[in-house]
């Protein structure tokens, strides 16, 4: 029997790949009233027709496919997650911004700059997780994931990058502008439109989770990760919280549990921590890594 006839008979495929399939259209295109008009566009290229309000749930499926998939095929098997402010000045920016601040901001940015500390131990931590090289069944552990923006988030993509890791961001559209920072793996920096869907590839492949001082996004999902670990939808792993001054500022935790709305054990559910050194300890701890 020959080669073609041995094709012919074993070839597993017997439709052609939807890539084929379009290709096929732009190659015998006709300019007819009937193929110009929107409904004959095929629908997974239409995106006038993905983008309509119907079709929410499939593009819910897409974000939560697309980013899986990828990151799958780039064999991340977890993450160290870094929640933090976009706002916070690294050191090196911090005179700049202290500098340039009007004087009804000054007391303002001077907190932000005072802050700016945290820049550097988000930077060390991601340098401390990229430089682990933990690989199990062929799958990279502890890669380094943010929130892909400036600031903290930047700091933990940078270290991981300094130490010679590639790094993960997770991006989400804004009606301001906002564009990965220069640390994220190219091929690692996803963009959403849901919220919901990005938090939720946060958790999936998180091992630990950093969290910095920030605002409301941070506050989000730093409260979200707790609720679900305090009502068992998700497995106990290490939250490291850094800023405990910051942080007794602006939450007040033991009013909580006395209050009777927590119990004083879901104060358990976090460590506090003030350098990366101490943060990765708890990490080395929890998973008994030697």
């Not at 006839?5 to 890539?19: G, T």
Request: aromatic fraction near 10%; glycine fraction near 8%.
């Amino acid at each position: 029997m020959t080669e073609n006839k041995i094709e012919k008979r074993l070839h597993r495929r017997r439709f052609y790949k939807a890539e084929q399939e379009a290709g096929f259209v732009e190659a015998h295109s006709h300019d007819t009233p009937q193929t110009l008009d929107p409904a004959y566009r095929l629908a997974f290229r239409d995106t006038d027709f993905l983008l309509r309000e119907e079709l929410r749930p499939v593009r819910f499926q897409l974000e939560l496919l697309k980013c899986e998939m990828l990151l799958e095929e780039a064999k991340i098997g977890s993450t160290l997650v870094c929640y933090g402010s976009a706002r916070i000045p690294s050191p090196e920016a911090a005179e700049a911004a202290l500098a340039a601040a009007p004087p009804e901001r000054k007391a303002v940015v001077e907190r932000l700059v005072a802050n700016s500390k945290y820049y550097e131990e988000a930077r060390k931590l991601g340098r401390i997780a990229g430089g682990c090289g933990i690989v199990e069944k062929g799958m990279h552990q502890f890669v380094v994931c943010s929130g892909g923006g400036p600031s903290i988030m930047e700091a933990a993509n940078r270290g991981a990058v300094e130490a010679g890791a590639e790094t993960i961001g997770l991006n989400i559209v804004l009606p301001h502008e906002q564009a990965p920072n220069m640390y994220v793996t190219p091929h690692l920096a996803f963009q959403f439109h849901y919220f919901a869907l990005r938090k939720m590839h946060f958790l999936l492949r998180a091992k630990a989770v950093a969290v910095f001082p920030g605002g409301f996004g941070t506050l989000d999902e730093f409260m979200e990760l707790l609720t679900l670990i305090q009502t068992g939808k998700m497995r106990p792993i290490p939250i490291l919280l850094f800023g405990r001054e910051f942080w007794n500022r602006v939450l007040n935790f033991e009013a909580m549990a006395e209050e009777g709305v927590i119990n004083h054990a879901d104060l358990d559910l976090f460590h506090w921590v003030e350098t990366a050194e101490e943060a990765w300890a708890k990490v080395v701890e929890f998973y008994e890594l030697g």
